[in-house]
């Protein structure tokens, strides 16, 4: 099978698009298509420049199609002795909390029309892609995988991590600094436990390209990426698998040399779609702002830009945006907006759950889309609130603008939103600025000195052309010399320097060392302020209860997910638990947060705020003890869960109004678009929401009876509960309500009466949940919901399969050495190594042979007879329940089978690999399948333990005793330091990334699809 070429490309472009690609996008394809060689050191060459330098508007995401495009051309080489070095995973990565995503959109369509094409190259294209995400070239059913697949990673979470599901699926993942930087790092901002952080960070630093769009503003990160690249060549044996950061910018770094322009002068010519781009003039004034000082900033601000707004729009059909620095001012401005022009007007924050955000985006903003800019005919004046959500990544075309002075790059960037396409309209923009950002006595808080001087810059050409004219050409033109251009940007700070002593911390994953290295210096410097943590609500939570248990129940059968949680600064949110306050004085730049951080002695906190506890989400580990009041307890990234009666939390976000408990909760919704599961609750906070209709009185009945009733078995309310559902699935619902009647129709094709009696839930007597486990269809079929995890789903897959059979250890163990088999060979790495993983795929779970986890996997039962099981749908799903069987078996708390899997391997060393260092990998990989053993072994107290015996092939594994892994002379933490230097950090940890997404998709298959 040949390779493409730059003029397959255009093709490819064209049948994409329906146009063909501009210049710079044909010779970019043709650079990247070019020969690339794998030498004998195991690094890859690059194909890649490190930096393009092209201006705003100007296409970039097409980058996004050449990289998917130069991967599908390798596809001839799987089986063929030769690499695939096109990386799988493609990261576009923005230092914003951003509203409209134009990469993920991008590559979002993409996957769909690769997906439905049925001819012609796309077809090709999508067929070579299918081929690279099953690993062979051989028993490939179409129908099994996807070209490509679209992910969305912006707080940590469930739907966020579906792009880490599989090792050899190309990928789209869209992502800010901090999200992508600390997984890179081994630490995973917003996940729920440190299992996984290994996994992340193997797939994240191989078969990986980063685009870093507008680098300028990201450059600790940036310096950070580069250090990864040279340390990922300090190993024995270096795995060589690609992992390129590659530079969007119209002004990259001096000290980049390897930089790709555009050269075919296309951007010069006023008839085409570029040039009209970058030609056309965008006139603006500026207007000082008298007043706007201290605490009357924002609004006097406010109401400035109120007043541009009104001049430049009146009453007529525009689409104007109104840029600000933070978010205290986007509120500000929209008060006094809103009461002018109604609905017409919508707010845009970094402070919106992602819900919400796809509800305004998909109801409001789809007119504002670029592409149907020339077309587009408004009933009256639409106007966009936005702080620097818009400035990158929003293809978004309007007709004016004000905005609040910044540096002159976040200027550039903002401008590149006024008449995008070049359209012949006389566009019209306002400039605002203080006379305290105008003196510049202070650095401006996000902008620094650069605010000032920009403002000084542009009076000047003011003062020379009578306006200033940020179109893209006239601006290049008039641009200063260097030295005072880089006075005009924003502050660029360094990372701290990444060195192999930081690396050796990081990468001890459990148990994490003490202390262990923040990395936001590397993803921000050490200046810059902490990353977000995440928030979210629940109705349902009420944490005065006597029993802790009790308010977690519902809490782990709903977890959160990423839908549902708002990003809220560090600094906010510890000042909020410190002083219940909530002055927001941050703007939405990821790394510009360091003026929120608290200062001791600053402020006493309010004498009737009393210390209120929150919950720091830890997964299946969350107890009493993550029941939080003190800030100083809440690190960056924390998932923070907050009772939704809690009201002084409420100006956190900016939510949708008007605010209750019940409406805050959005629980429910936000499992069933992450885990792709059913589940309703049923709670008084909650149902007193639902829209008037006979199922609402039901269903406050239900709960009347539970809690008037303290005897009442929840087997009585079985069919009234029943009953419920098939009314609520009748019910025709408007939106946001309309996910209700298509839960309880879900529920309903899942759950027949007497199989809801068994399942349906009774939390404190004053709830029920019904939690489904049967995978749904995919609200998006090309961004698969993570429906398997090996932490903290309660509902997770592979339990059983759909019908509830068990899964006999038998069978789960050969399926699991499949899938290894698979992905080690997709993803070009040796036959020794191969042999290796496949090895320890084999064996992994020997340790359940164990006769008491064979009694908690049937809920404490012993078991009489019969074949050992590897899953069962018998398993506890709450944390009571668990508690109960758990006892009743006699498996110690805290237990690990994987450790006895170790010792049991070690006693048929005919099935492990040949040699010692891929015995030893081996044996690695099973003691760490579950993210332990990095670099110790848990302690476990076993007082009791059986000897154990499981027949494999022929061959008898068995051990007798403890374990004794948890001993500093067992090998387990030398073997791990051993392994460490061999593959290096990033190639270890993808080793292991191996093997553990083969258990979770073979688990997966056997709950949702086979089995038995």
Same mark, same amino acid.
Not at 220 to 227: G, R
Not at 807 to 836: D, F, K, M, N, W
């Given at each position: 099978m040949s390779e493409f070429t730059a003029e397959d490309f255009d093709h490819f472009f064209a049948e994409l698009w329906g146009k063909p690609p501009f210049a710079w996008q044909h010779d970019l394809a043709a650079r990247v298509l070019g020969a690339v060689t794998l030498p004998d050191d195991g690094q890859v060459v690059r194909s890649w420049p490190e930096a393009i330098a092209l201006p705003t508007a100007a296409g970039k995401t097409a980058c996004i199609d050449i990289a998917l495009f130069a991967l599908a051309?390798?596809?001839?080489?799987?089986?063929?002795?030769?690499?695939?070095?096109?990386?799988?995973?493609?990261?576009?990565?923005?230092?914003?909390?951003?509203?409209?995503?134009?990469?993920?959109?991008? %590559?979002?369509?993409?996957?769909?029309?690769?997906?439905?094409?049925?001819?012609?190259?796309?077809?090709?294209?999508?067929?070579?892609?299918?081929?690279?995400?099953?690993?062979?070239?051989?028993?490939?059913?179409?129908?099994?995988?996807?070209?490509?697949?679209?992910?969305?990673?912006?707080?940590?979470?469930?739907?966020?991590?579906?792009?880490?599901?599989?090792?050899?699926?190309?990928?789209?993942?869209?992502?800010?600094?901090?999200?992508?930087?600390?997984?890179?790092?081994?630490?995973?901002?917003?996940?729920s436990g440190p299992g996984m952080l290994p996994v992340?960070?193997?797939?994240?630093?191989?078969?990986?390209?980063?685009?870093?769009?507008?680098?300028?503003?990201?450059?600790?990160?940036?310096?950070?990426?580069?250090?990864?690249?040279?340390?990922?060549?300090?190993?024995r044996q270096p795995l060589g698998r690609p992992f390129?950061?590659?530079?969007?910018?119209?002004?990259?770094?001096?000290?980049?040399?390897?930089?790709?322009?555009?050269?075919?002068?296309?951007?010069?010519?006023?008839?085409?779609?570029?040039?009209?781009?970058?030609l056309a003039a965008k006139p603006a004034n500026l207007r000082p702002v008298e007043g706007a000082k201290g605490a009357k900033y924002s609004v006097a601000l406010a109401e400035a830009m109120v007043d541009a707004i009104r001049e430049l729009v009146a009453d007529n059909p525009l689409a104007a945006v109104a840029f600000v620095n933070r978010v205290a001012t986007a509120r500000e401005t929209y008060k006094r907006l809103h009461k002018l022009y109604g609905e017409n007007v919508v707010l845009l924050t970094g402070r919106m759950?992602?819900?919400?955000?796809?509800?305004?985006?998909?109801?409001?903003?789809?007119?504002?889309?670029?592409?149907?800019?020339?077309?587009?005919?408004?009933?009256?004046?639409?106007?966009?609130?936005?702080?620097?959500?818009?400035?990158?990544? %929003?293809?978004?075309?309007?007709?004016?603008?004000?905005?609040?002075?910044?540096?002159?790059?976040?200027?550039?960037?903002?401008?590149?939103?006024?008449?995008?396409?070049?359209?012949?309209?006389?566009?019209?923009a306002v400039l605002l600025a203080s006379a305290e950002q105008a003196e510049g006595k202070e650095p401006d808080p996000v902008y620094g000195t650069a605010l000032s001087a920009t403002w000084a810059?542009?009076?000047?050409?003011?003062?020379?052309?009578?306006?200033?004219?940020?179109g893209i050409a006239r601006m290049a033109e008039r641009l200063p010399n260097e030295e005072r251009l880089l006075a005009l940007a924003a502050p660029a700070v360094?990372?701290?320097?990444?060195?192999?002593?930081?690396?050796?911390?990081?990468?001890?994953?459990?148990?994490?060392?003490?202390?262990?290295?923040?990395?936001?210096?590397?993803?921000?410097?050490?200046?810059?302020?902490?990353?977000?943590?995440?928030?979210?609500?629940?109705a349902d939570l009420d944490l005065d209860l006597p029993d802790p248990d009790a308010a977690l129940e519902s809490l782990f059968l709903c977890p959160p997910s990423s839908g549902e949680t708002l990003a809220v600064p560090f600094g906010l949110f510890r000042r909020w638990m410190e002083w219940g306050t909530l002055e927001d004085r941050s703007s939405d730049v990821e790394s510009a947060d360091s003026e929120l951080m608290p200062t001791k002695g600053k402020k006493e906190p309010a004498s009737d705020a009393a210390p209120k506890p929150v919950i720091r989400w830890r997964g299946r580990e969350t107890s009493r003890n993550e029941f939080v009041t003190e800030a100083s307890r809440v690190y960056p990234g924390d998932i923070i869960v907050i009772p939704a009666a809690r009201e002084q939390s409420w100006g956190l976000g900016d939510l949708p109004q008007p605010v209750t408990p019940g409406t805050l909760d959005i629980g429910d919704r936000g499992h069933r678009l992450a885990r792709g599961k059913a589940i309703l609750r049923l709670h008084p906070a909650l149902v007193r929401e639902w829209p008037e209709m006979a199922a609402k009185h039901e269903a406050r009945r239900l709960l009347e009876i539970l809690a008037a009733e303290a005897e009442t078995q929840v087997e009585d309310l079985a069919n009234e509960f029943s009953e419920l559902l098939g009314e609520l699935k009748a019910q025709m619902l408007p939106a946001p309500w309309d996910w209700l009647p298509a839960m309880a129709k879900e529920l309903s094709a899942e759950f027949s009466p007497a199989k809801l009696r068994h399942s349906l839930r009774h939390i404190g007597g004053t709830q029920l949940v019904l939690a489904g486990k049967r995978a749904l269809a995919p609200a998006d079929p090309y961004a698969p919901p993570d429906r398997f995890s090996d932490e903290d789903d309660a509902n997770a897959s592979g339990l059983s399969t759909r019908k509830g059979t068990?899964?006999?250890?038998?069978?789960?163990?050969?399926?699991?050495?499949?899938?290894?088999?698979?992905?080690?060979?997709?993803?070009?790495?040796?036959?020794?190594?191969?042999?290796?993983?496949a090895g320890s795929a084999l064996l992994h779970d020997l340790g359940k042979a164990d006769p008491r986890f064979q009694a908690l996997l049937r809920g404490g039962i012993p078991a009489i007879a019969g074949e050992p099981l590897a899953k069962s749908g018998a398993m506890p799903s709450t944390r009571t329940a668990y508690r109960k069987a758990l006892a009743a078996s006699g498996y110690p708390e805290g237990g690990r089978h994987e450790l006895l899997s170790v010792r049991m391997a070690e006693s048929v060393t005919e099935l492990?690999?040949?040699?010692?260092?891929?015995?030893?990998?081996?044996?690695?990989?099973?003691?760490?399948?579950?993210?332990?053993?990095?670099?110790?072994?848990?302690?476990?107290?076993?007082?009791?333990?059986?000897?154990?015996?499981?027949?494999?092939?022929?061959?008898?594994?068995?051990?007798?005793?403890?374990?004794?892994?948890e001993r500093l002379d067992a090998g387990i933490a030398d073997r791990f330091w051993a392994l460490i230097r061999t593959y290096g950090w990033w190639g270890l940890a993808w080793l292991e990334t191996l093997l553990r997404l083969a258990d979770h998709r073979r688990s997966e298959w056997e709950g949702n699809i086979g089995g038995n």
């Open positions: 051309s390798q596809s001839g080489r799987l089986g063929a002795g030769a690499s695939i070095t096109a990386p799988r995973r493609v990261f576009f990565v923005v230092d914003r909390r951003i509203i409209v995503d134009e990469a993920y959109r991008r %590559a979002a369509q993409i996957a769909r029309r690769l997906a439905e094409a049925s001819s012609g190259l796309l077809r090709e294209i999508a067929d070579r892609l299918r081929h690279i995400a099953w690993g062979t070239r051989e028993d490939l059913d179409p129908g099994q995988v996807v070209p490509l697949t679209v992910h969305r990673l912006r707080g940590g979470l469930y739907r966020s991590e579906s792009w880490a599901r599989d090792p050899l699926q190309p990928c789209v993942i869209a992502s800010t600094v901090d999200q992508l930087g600390s997984r890179l790092l081994f630490r995973a901002y917003g996940s992340y960070a193997g797939l994240a630093a191989n078969d990986s390209l980063v685009f870093l769009d507008e680098a300028h503003c990201a450059r600790p990160f940036l310096q950070t990426l580069q250090a990864i690249t040279r340390l990922r060549g300090h190993a390129q950061p590659v530079i969007l910018s119209a002004t990259p770094p001096g000290e980049v040399i390897d930089r790709f322009e555009d050269r075919s002068g296309q951007g010069k010519d006023p008839q085409h779609p570029l040039g009209r781009r970058q759950r992602p819900i919400d955000r796809d509800d305004i985006v998909s109801r409001r903003l789809g007119v504002l889309a670029s592409e149907q800019s020339a077309a587009r005919q408004l009933d009256g004046p639409l106007i966009v609130v936005a702080t620097q959500t818009l400035e990158v990544g %929003a293809d978004l075309d309007f007709d004016v603008l004000v905005s609040e002075c910044a540096s002159l790059d976040a200027l550039r960037q903002r401008f590149g939103r006024l008449n995008r396409m070049g359209r012949d309209i006389e566009s019209r810059w542009l009076m000047e050409q003011q003062a020379e052309y009578g306006q200033v004219d940020f360094d990372a701290a320097v990444l060195l192999p002593a930081h690396m050796d911390a990081l990468c001890q994953t459990w148990p994490m060392p003490a202390p262990s290295p923040d990395v936001a210096p590397f993803l921000r410097g050490p200046q810059n302020g902490a990353a977000d943590v995440q928030v979210c609500w629940r068990p899964i006999l250890l038998a069978e789960h163990l050969p399926g699991v050495q499949g899938y290894a088999r698979r992905y080690a060979r997709g993803c070009g790495l040796s036959p020794e190594l191969v042999e290796a993983i492990l690999p040949p040699g010692a260092p891929f015995r030893e990998l081996a044996l690695h990989l099973i003691a760490s399948h579950h993210g332990r053993c990095r670099p110790f072994a848990p302690m476990v107290q076993d007082q009791r333990p059986p000897d154990v015996h499981f027949k494999l092939r022929d061959v008898i594994a068995t051990w007798q005793g403890a374990t004794g892994l």
